[in-house]
C-alpha cells in the first residue's frame, strides 16, 4: 500500500494526548542524531535543566525514560522496591490502583489506604497505616486522571515525623499545569509524560530522583529485575559516563526540549495561572448548562476536568456527536465511572479560552441532538 495516511485534524480535549505547538512539532523536522553524538548529548543535558526547572527541584538524576508515563512508574517502583518490602499505596482512582497493581508485581507487600473514587485521602488514616507498617516506600497519585482529583502530596512530608519515609508522587497530568514542588514538598521520586501538561507528543515519561531515594537504590538487598529501567544504568548514560544504555528517540526528546522552553518563556506561575482561570470558565459554563462536576471545588484539577453525565444521556452518543459534528475529543469515564463522567483535558496548548468557549458550545448541541 503506497497511499499516504493523513488524519484528521482533532481538537484533543480527553485526558490525553493534548494538542501540540506548531513549533513543537516543528523541532521533530530537525536533523536526526545518533544517540551518541557529541550534540546530542548537549541536547540531552539542555533537557535535564529544563527539567529541573518545571519539576522544580535541584535533582541531579532527573532525566527521560524511553516510554510513556506508565514507564516512568515502573521505573520508580521497580528501583525503590525491594522483594518482600512492605509499601504504602494511597488509592482512590484508577491510577492509584495501577500503582499497588504494580508494587505487588515488583515483590511488595502492599499496604493499601483507600478512599472512594473521587473522595479525597484521610491523612490521618495514611499516617496511621505507615505507623503499623514497617513500610518506608509510600506512595500518591497527585493528580488522579480518572477522576478529575487533586491529592495533597504536600501533606506526605509530615509522614517524617514517623520514620525516614521515601515518598513516590504520580504527577502525569499534572506536571507543566500545576505546582508539584519536587523539593518544596520533599518529594523523592516523582514521574510525569511528555503528552499532557508538558505540550510535547507522546512517548517520554520525565522521571526525577532525590539523592535520599538514590541512596536507597544502591542499598537494594539485589539489583532490580529489570534492565531497561535501572535508574543506575540510565544515568549513566544521561549522566558524565555517556555510556551506551539503548537507542534514545532523539526527535522525541527535541520536541520534549522545545516544549519545556516553551514553558519557561511562559513562567511557570503565568502557565499555572492560565490553566487555573481557563478550567474555572469551564466550570462556569457547565454548571451555567445545569450540568455538576463530579469533584468538590478545593480537590478540582485545573488539566483535567470531570463532568456528571446528566441522567438519561448517553455518553458514549454525545461524544461520538462531538467527535463527528466537531470534531473534539473529550474521554470517558471508566471504573465505577464508567458511563456516568466525562473527562476534559484543558491542557497545555488547549488551555485557552477560545478552545473552552468552543468545547461548551459544541457539548451542549451534543447533548440537545435527539437523533
Same mark, same amino acid.
Given at each position: 500500500?503506497?497511499?499516504? $495516511?493523513?488524519?484528521?485534524?482533532? &481538537?484533543?480535549?480527553?485526558?490525553?494526548?493534548?494538542?501540540?505547538?506548531?513549533?513543537?512539532?516543528?523541532?521533530?523536522? /530537525?536533523? *536526526?542524531?545518533?544517540?551518541?553524538?557529541?550534540?546530542?548529548?548537549?541536547?540531552?543535558?539542555?533537557?535535564?535543566? #529544563?527539567?529541573?526547572?518545571?519539576?522544580?527541584?535541584?535533582? @541531579?538524576?532527573?532525566?527521560?525514560?524511553?516510554?510513556?508515563?506508565?514507564?516512568?512508574?515502573?521505573?520508580? #517502583?521497580?528501583?525503590? +522496591?525491594?522483594?518482600?518490602?512492605?509499601?504504602?499505596?494511597?488509592?482512590?482512582?484508577?491510577?492509584?490502583?495501577?500503582?499497588?497493581?504494580?508494587?505487588?508485581? =515488583?515483590?511488595?507487600?502492599?499496604?493499601?489506604?483507600?478512599?472512594?473514587?473521587?473522595?479525597?485521602?484521610?491523612?490521618?488514616?495514611?499516617?496511621?497505616?505507615?505507623?503499623?507498617?514497617?513500610?518506608?516506600?509510600?506512595?500518591?497519585?497527585?493528580?488522579?486522571?480518572?477522576?478529575?482529583?487533586?491529592?495533597?502530596?504536600?501533606?506526605?512530608?509530615?509522614?517524617?515525623?514517623?520514620?525516614?519515609? +521515601? *515518598?513516590?508522587?504520580?504527577?502525569?497530568?499534572?506536571?507543566?499545569?500545576?505546582?508539584?514542588?519536587?523539593?518544596?514538598?520533599?518529594?523523592?521520586?516523582?514521574?510525569?509524560?511528555?503528552?499532557?501538561?508538558?505540550?510535547?507528543?507522546?512517548?517520554?515519561?520525565?522521571?526525577?530522583?532525590?539523592? %535520599?531515594?538514590?541512596?536507597?537504590?544502591?542499598? @537494594?538487598? /539485589?539489583?532490580?529485575?529489570? =534492565?531497561?529501567?535501572?535508574?543506575?544504568?540510565?544515568?549513566?548514560? =544521561?549522566?558524565?559516563?555517556?555510556?551506551?544504555?539503548?537507542?534514545?528517540?532523539?526527535?522525541?526528546?527535541?520536541?520534549? @526540549?522545545?516544549?519545556?522552553?516553551?514553558?519557561? !518563556?511562559?513562567? #511557570?506561575?503565568?502557565?499555572?495561572? @492560565?490553566?487555573?482561570?481557563?478550567?474555572?470558565?469551564?466550570? /462556569?459554563?457547565?454548571?451555567?448548562?445545569?450540568?455538576?462536576?463530579?469533584?468538590?471545588?478545593?480537590?478540582?484539577?485545573?488539566?483535567?476536568?470531570?463532568? %456528571?453525565?446528566?441522567?438519561?444521556?448517553?455518553?458514549? %452518543?454525545?461524544?461520538?456527536?462531538?467527535?463527528?459534528?466537531?470534531? &473534539? !475529543?473529550?474521554?470517558?469515564? $471508566?471504573?465505577? $465511572?464508567?458511563?456516568?463522567? =466525562?473527562?476534559?483535558?484543558?491542557?497545555?496548548?488547549?488551555?485557552?479560552?477560545?478552545?473552552?468557549?468552543?468545547?461548551?458550545?459544541? #457539548?451542549?448541541?451534543? +447533548?440537545?441532538?435527539?437523533?
Amino acid at each position: 500500500m503506497s497511499r499516504s $495516511f493523513h488524519p484528521p485534524q482533532r &481538537i484533543l480535549l480527553g485526558p490525553g494526548p493534548s494538542n501540540v505547538e506548531p513549533r513543537v512539532l516543528q523541532a521533530m523536522l /530537525a536533523p *536526526l542524531l545518533g544517540h551518541m553524538d557529541p550534540v546530542y548529548f548537549q541536547c540531552m543535558d539542555e533537557i535535564q535543566d #529544563l527539567l529541573r526547572s518545571v519539576f522544580e527541584t535541584g535533582n @541531579r538524576v532527573t532525566f527521560t525514560v524511553s516510554g510513556t508515563g506508565g514507564a516512568g512508574m515502573e521505573t520508580c #517502583l521497580a528501583n525503590l +522496591i525491594d522483594e518482600g518490602e512492605e509499601v504504602v499505596v494511597c488509592v482512590n482512582g484508577f491510577f492509584g490502583e495501577r500503582m499497588a497493581e504494580l508494587a505487588a508485581r =515488583w515483590g511488595a507487600r502492599v499496604i493499601r489506604v483507600d478512599s472512594d473514587w473521587g473522595q479525597p485521602f484521610d491523612m490521618q488514616k495514611v499516617r496511621d497505616a505507615f505507623r503499623k507498617s514497617s513500610a518506608r516506600v509510600v506512595t500518591m497519585v497527585h493528580a488522579e486522571t480518572s477522576t478529575g482529583m487533586r491529592n495533597p502530596i504536600e501533606e506526605l512530608k509530615s509522614l517524617r515525623d514517623v520514620r525516614d519515609a +521515601i *515518598l513516590v508522587a504520580d504527577t502525569v497530568t499534572s506536571l507543566g499545569a500545576h505546582p508539584v514542588g519536587i523539593d518544596r514538598n520533599s518529594i523523592d521520586a516523582s514521574y510525569s509524560c511528555s503528552q499532557k501538561g508538558i505540550g510535547a507528543p507522546p512517548g517520554l515519561a520525565p522521571v526525577t530522583f532525590s539523592e %535520599r531515594a538514590l541512596e536507597k537504590i544502591r542499598n @537494594r538487598k /539485589a539489583p532490580p529485575r529489570t =534492565w531497561y529501567l535501572d535508574v543506575q544504568l540510565l544515568n549513566k548514560y =544521561w549522566g558524565s559516563d555517556r555510556a551506551y544504555h539503548h537507542t534514545a528517540p532523539a526527535l522525541m526528546n527535541y520536541a520534549l @526540549r522545545e516544549a519545556l522552553c516553551m514553558i519557561l !518563556e511562559e513562567g #511557570l506561575e503565568a502557565r499555572w495561572q @492560565r490553566h487555573e482561570r481557563n478550567s474555572g470558565t469551564f466550570v /462556569a459554563g457547565i454548571e451555567a448548562m445545569g450540568l455538576e462536576m463530579l469533584v468538590a471545588p478545593e480537590y478540582r484539577l485545573w488539566s483535567l476536568n470531570t463532568v %456528571r453525565v446528566p441522567d438519561g444521556v448517553d455518553d458514549a %452518543r454525545v461524544r461520538s456527536r462531538l467527535l463527528n459534528s466537531h470534531n &473534539i !475529543e473529550i474521554g470517558s469515564g $471508566f471504573g465505577v $465511572f464508567k458511563g456516568k463522567i =466525562w473527562r476534559v483535558g484543558l491542557m497545555g496548548a488547549n488551555s485557552n479560552q477560545n478552545t473552552v468557549l468552543l468545547l461548551l458550545a459544541a #457539548l451542549k448541541s451534543a +447533548i440537545a441532538t435527539r437523533a
